[in-house]
């Protein structure tokens, strides 16, 4: 017997999301128990996404067109539960983290946005004396995705460290959390470390997705480092995942460091592999990541990356990751150059800890969302 999935993947939008949504849609074809009813806005990545899926009497693809969250959460609301009856929906699987108020059928929320639920990144809006940002872009939002999710008993995530953030403000003592992996690991993906020498010229990369000038991506770090590290005699270039017209207009932006910089502008995800070369360091600046994909991957390509030194960061990636101090572009540079001074032996060691970490980190977590969804129907033939 077939069961009718609705997947609701609303707001998923750029390159990160749209990975781990091909991810789970090929988990579900893997399988031929379950139709899956899938929800996505109209634009370029996703209609190429379904390409493959479309043609499929397995999928049945829904696009809306992008308005705004208010009416995203009013569509969601009043046409889904509709929908569910009328299609004979069994679970509805929302996941970019909202819910449904008015939904009768069981419920999996998968948490891939920690904005709305990160007391660092409130840090940084009262720090930055952003008061009334925050209480338009976060606080506002967060009262009504608390507000829908107040009664869901079942939730996806990728980590530990984002059950942690989410019973700072929800109680989490009443509901089931899933760990499950996003990320394909097996030995053969595993690339060797890469080459290291303090005597050739060093490479930083920074990926980052279209919405690089939000706070918690924290650009700010990486521009001053940057310009700090061209004090030093250190020979180095930068790739950055952003077009140059945009990344004159942020307000610590440093000309002098415009003939070092290879801009890159928006990469698909295809694109970002062939980066990760020899003698590379990836900087993440993020205050804030459920997985961070683009660190993932330059550990897994072999590269060694640099990290903030916060609790998601030695959840995710390791203790031994290398880390530096936040709002401190100065440790930020004493922790390039110190990688930049070892030995491509001491450099290789670090890339296979982490390598190690991951590879047994990702393996303790549930493989497949149609793992998850199998305990759930089975629970509802039951009741």
Request: proline share 2%; charged share 20%.
């Amino acid at each position: 017997m077939v069961s009718n999935i609705l997947f609701n993947a609303l707001g998923i939008q750029d390159s990160g999301g749209i990975t781990v949504l091909n991810l789970a849609l090929k988990e579900f074809q893997k399988t031929k128990k379950y139709r899956v009813h899938l929800f996505l806005y109209k634009n370029v990545n996703t209609i190429q996404l379904c390409e493959e899926y479309i043609q499929s009497s397995q999928y049945n693809i829904s696009y809306v067109t992008y308005k705004n969250l208010l009416y995203r959460i009013f569509y969601e609301n009043l046409y889904f539960p509709y929908y569910c009856r009328t299609q004979n929906i069994d679970i509805v699987y929302n996941f970019s983290g909202l819910a449904q108020l008015f939904m009768k059928n069981k419920q999996l929320v998968k948490i891939q946005n920690l904005r709305f639920y990160s007391k660092a990144l409130d840090q940084m809006y009262y720090h930055k004396k952003e008061y009334f940002h925050w209480l338009k872009q976060i606080y506002s939002k967060r009262l009504i995705l608390l507000f829908m999710l107040r009664s869901i008993k079942n939730y996806e995530l990728q980590s530990s460290h984002v059950e942690n953030n989410l019973s700072d403000y929800l109680r989490m003592d009443t509901t089931r959390v899933f760990i499950k992996s996003d990320i394909l690991i097996n030995e053969e993906l595993i690339s060797c470390p890469r080459e290291y020498s303090r005597n050739k010229m060093l490479t930083i990369l920074f990926i980052v997705g279209p919405h690089f000038e939000t706070l918690h991506k924290n650009i700010d770090d990486f521009l001053i480092a940057m310009y700090e590290l061209s004090k030093t005699d250190v020979d180095y270039r930068i790739k950055i995942t952003i077009d140059k017209k945009d990344l004159e207009k942020h307000e610590h932006w440093n000309d002098t460091i415009d003939s070092k910089i290879e801009y890159l502008g928006y990469l698909p995800s295809c694109q970002i592999k062939d980066l990760f070369q020899d003698n590379s360091i990836l900087i993440s600046t993020s205050i804030i990541e459920t997985i961070g994909l683009h660190v993932i991957e330059s550990i897994i390509n072999g590269v060694v990356p640099i990290v903030p030194a916060l609790k998601y960061s030695y959840c995710v990636y390791g203790k031994d990751v290398p880390t530096y101090m936040v709002s401190d572009p100065n440790s930020l540079v004493s922790k390039i150059l110190n990688i930049h001074s070892l030995s491509d032996t001491q450099v290789k060691q670090i890339i296979c800890e982490n390598q190690q970490y991951i590879v047994n980190n990702e393996r303790s977590k549930h493989k497949s969302v149609v793992e998850i969804i199998d305990i759930m129907i089975k629970e509802s033939q039951y009741v």
